[in-house]
């Protein structure tokens, strides 16, 4: 598949414009992220149509928690990240050197058919970060939109400026994880920096109507201090909005950080609170069983809003115009009169 965003350089090479590397590549060699090669001069996308897998997901699991609760949605990925991190969760896919690993395909509209076919609300483009098969998700999105699925992007938003736009304008939700709020964690541990991750936030926030949350994976000694925690927590209230769901999850052993043990759940309940205290409405944590910090509660009455027990949901407190019960307080965010019924359910596919 052809890309737009490369240009050719004096000696000869082609670079790639997509993200902040600025891979620069002779003939047949592939940019750090493995999916995006120079082949006749220019950069294409090597993995378009082709996908790690499909499966059917809660909207809870991306994390998006003020995005139709307990609806479904059709999640895929391919291969390939623009990153480095040492603590990869999804590795198998993400740090993926072989094509095999895209044992399924899917074209634009195939999938789209498929999540019609399965009743899901929404789309989702994670597992690895899309903005690496941006051409793919966006024609995806395009037919999405035609037919009334929602888009929604996990990813890293390790992206360049106009790139970044044509992404972005194909998204109606996007979960940006937010690895730290310490440059050198992103030099030393992820091989990207933290300004870029920050643009990325400030432009969907300012620029586009795209739902935005955050997650935070907490590291143990590595970006779980509270002097990190109170300034990543700040500067969201600051900047973005006190209002924006913000997601600490549990990390655990994987890839090359296996001798760092998992999160304790203190430590994220602790995150939680501190970021309240810096102003933010909507804390949660992650990868553990926690209702009371999974679950929405009411800002101004403290009344419980929508009740998560894992992704299932229970207790609903919102009337049908997502304002609570008891105070009328609006929640922000998108949401149906009546909550989904998909529950906790992970149901894997096959498009044809």
Known sequence: METNYWHQLTDGRIQCDLCPRACKLHEGQQGLCFVRACENHQIILTTYGRSSGFCIDPIE????????????????????????????QNWDMSKSREMDTLCATGSPTELVDAAKRYDCKSLAYTYNDPVIFLEYARDIAIVAKQQSIKSVAVTAGYISPEPRVEFFKNMDAVNID????????????????????????????????????????????????????????????????????????AFHPDWKMNDIPATPGHTLSKARQLAMAEGMQFVYTGNVHDAEGGSTWCPDCNALLIERDWYQLGHWGLDENACCSQCGYQLPGHFDERPGNWGAKRLPIRLN
């Open 61 to 88: 699991k991306k994390p998006l928690h003020h995005f139709y609760p307990g609806t479904s949605v059709l999640s895929f990925g391919t291969a390939g990240c623009n990153l480095s991190c040492k603590f990869c």
């Open 178 to 249: 937010l690895k730290s709020f310490n440059s050198d964690f992103y030099h030393q541990l992820c091989g990207g920096d933290l300004q870029t991750v920050l643009d990325t936030l400030l432009y969907i926030h300012h620029e586009t109507s795209v739902w935005l949350e955050i997650t935070t994976l907490l590291i143990p000694g590595k970006n779980d201090s509270d002097e990190e925690i109170k300034a990543l927590a700040g500067w969201i209230a600051k900047h973005l909005g006190c209002h924006i769901p913000l997601h600490f999850s």
